[in-house]
């Protein structure tokens, strides 16, 4: 199947300061993107679809001036938490959607952030 | 009530054992049903992918779908201690690669050698 990395797996960051993280399709081109959010035992809370070119769409209750989303190429959208606090705590997981026969998404292996 | 209702687990079966799960949903346009397994502290990874009703099988996996009831099946034959993992089903309405999924919450699942 085709192969999405993060970076980085795992970031300890201070309150107040901003963290990007990576999200690469290595194998295939990737017009969408999606940025999910995982609570430890509970599924994922989709955060935002990102387009390649193009703003984001954000769900209901995500800030979107706290999580900004880039997506500047066709195999690389990046997730920034601004301004962070311990309540931002979370695994963040992104996919990645194919323009094959079907829209099958792949999976990030996950970047667990923790704020101090 | 949630779109795509799945039982949370555990669910712990003995190694060799078969392993059923199940989503129940409620809106009826959905035609593309996933399964994706998660390990602890790692992404989903795809497991199955089916489209309208009908079964399904690779390996020792097999996906149903019943759209007449709303209702998706996993079963897991001659399971392992491997197997040991969160199931998550997922499903949309359109193949279109930007469309959004729909998660049931995950069962959690253990085989015990």
């Known amino acids: 199947g085709a192969v999405v990395s993060q970076h980085p797996s795992w970031v300890i960051c201070k309150s107040g300061t901003s963290v990007k993280i990576e999200c690469r399709s290595l194998d295939f081109q990737a017009t969408t993107m999606f940025w999910y959010r995982q609570f430890p035992k509970q599924s994922l809370m989709l955060m935002a679809t990102?387009?390649?070119?193009?703003?984001?769409?954000?769900e209901q209750g995500v800030e979107k001036d706290k999580f900004l989303i880039n997506h500047a190429s066709l195999t690389l959208s990046t997730l920034t938490v601004t301004s962070a606090h311990p309540e931002d705590s979370s695994f963040y997981i992104c996919?990645?959607?194919?323009?094959?026969?079907?829209?099958?998404?792949?999976f990030g292996p996950g970047t667990r952030l923790t704020v101090l | 009530q949630k779109e795509v209702e799945q039982d949370p687990g555990p669910l712990s079966v003995p190694e060799g054992a078969i392993v059923s799960l199940n989503c129940t949903y409620s809106n009826s346009a959905f035609q593309y049903f996933m399964w994706y397994r998660q390990y602890s502290r790692k992404g989903p990874e795809l497991l199955m992918y089916t489209y309208s009703s009908g079964n399904k099988e690779d390996g020792r996996f097999t996906a149903q779908v019943d759209k007449s009831s709303k209702y998706i099946s996993l079963f897991i034959r001659d399971s392992q201690p491997s197997d040991s993992a969160t199931y998550l089903c997922a499903m949309s309405a359109s193949k279109a690669a930007g469309n959004k999924l729909t998660f049931g919450g995950g069962t959690r699942v253990l085989v015990k050698p």
């Open positions: 996919s990645a959607g194919t323009s094959g026969k079907y829209n099958e998404q792949f």
């Open positions: 990102s387009n390649e070119g193009s703003k984001a769409t954000y």
